[in-house]
């Protein structure tokens, strides 16, 4: 069964900072990776989604890595901003058809 | 990216009325939708898969009378609770698989739930 770490659980870090949120996985066999942030109260905003071919994507101030073998992704931010205050989501994908294993997610607090 | 909308974003009901949500793509279509709910403080927990022209699949623990689901085309899934409890307040968040090249969720804004 898929299972879905997130660390940390929490990050607080001043405005400016480059930071990277974690994710691993205990099955290797996923289709792919989507990268999500939710606001208090909203529904998921998709940031980046990485196919299992690929190891990694960029948007923007974000970049995530896609390491299989061992099992983790990582979402890399720079220079952040209190806007990029949210939970952060790595939710697998393991077939075509979209179901997802999430994990606990990471609260981010980027403060002025 | 793709756009998909929940209605009604909140709603207030008494213990013991049906309440129905409604998920959307608005731009594309999707055989297959979720539908997810999530406590304060919490991740989301996937109640069942909605699939078009066919019932839906529930996840362990999810009762199927309680929460009825209809995916009666390929652009809209529904969420019934029936004889909706206190214990029913919930956030409830759908979304929606893109199946292309690259198969991409999109989640609605979700449904805020209060059942008096």
């Known amino acids: 069964k898929q299972e879905v770490t997130q660390i940390p659980a929490a990050l607080s870090v001043p405005e400016g900072e480059n930071l990277v949120l974690n994710c691993s996985f205990t099955?290797?066999?996923?289709?792919?990776l989507q990268w999500f942030r939710q606001d208090p109260g909203k529904g998921l905003t998709s940031l980046l989604l990485?196919?299992?071919?690929?190891r990694e994507q960029t948007s923007g101030r974000l970049n995530a890595s896609l390491d299989k073998s061992s099992g983790r992704s990582t979402l890399y931010i720079a220079a952040s901003q209190p806007g990029d205050s949210a939970t952060y989501l790595c939710?697998?994908?393991?077939?075509?058809?979209?179901?997802?294993?999430f994990g606990q997610g990471t609260i981010l607090t980027v403060h002025p | 990216g793709a756009v998909v909308s929940q209605h009604p974003s909140w709603v207030i009901c008494k213990s013991g009325t049906s309440v129905k949500i409604e998920c959307r793509s608005l731009?594309?279509?999707?055989?297959?939708m979720f539908w997810y709910r999530q406590f304060p403080k919490q991740s989301l927990m996937l109640m069942a898969t909605?699939?078009?022209?066919?019932?839906?699949?529930?996840e362990q623990g999810v009762e199927k009378d309680k929460f009825l689901i209809n995916h009666a085309s390929l652009t809209l899934s529904t969420l019934t609770v029936t004889s909706a409890h206190p214990e029913d307040s919930s956030f409830y968040i759908c979304?929606?698989?893109?199946?292309?090249?690259?198969?991409?969720?999109?989640f609605g804004p979700g449904t805020r739930l209060t059942v008096l």
């Open positions: 979304s929606a698989n893109r199946q292309g090249l690259y198969n991409e969720q999109f």
């Open positions: 099955d290797s066999a996923i289709y792919n």
């Open positions: 990485i196919q299992s071919s690929q």
């Open positions: 939710p697998l994908g393991g077939t075509s058809y979209g179901k997802l294993t």
């Open positions: 731009d594309f279509q999707a055989t297959t």
């Open positions: 909605s699939n078009e022209g066919s019932k839906a699949t529930y």
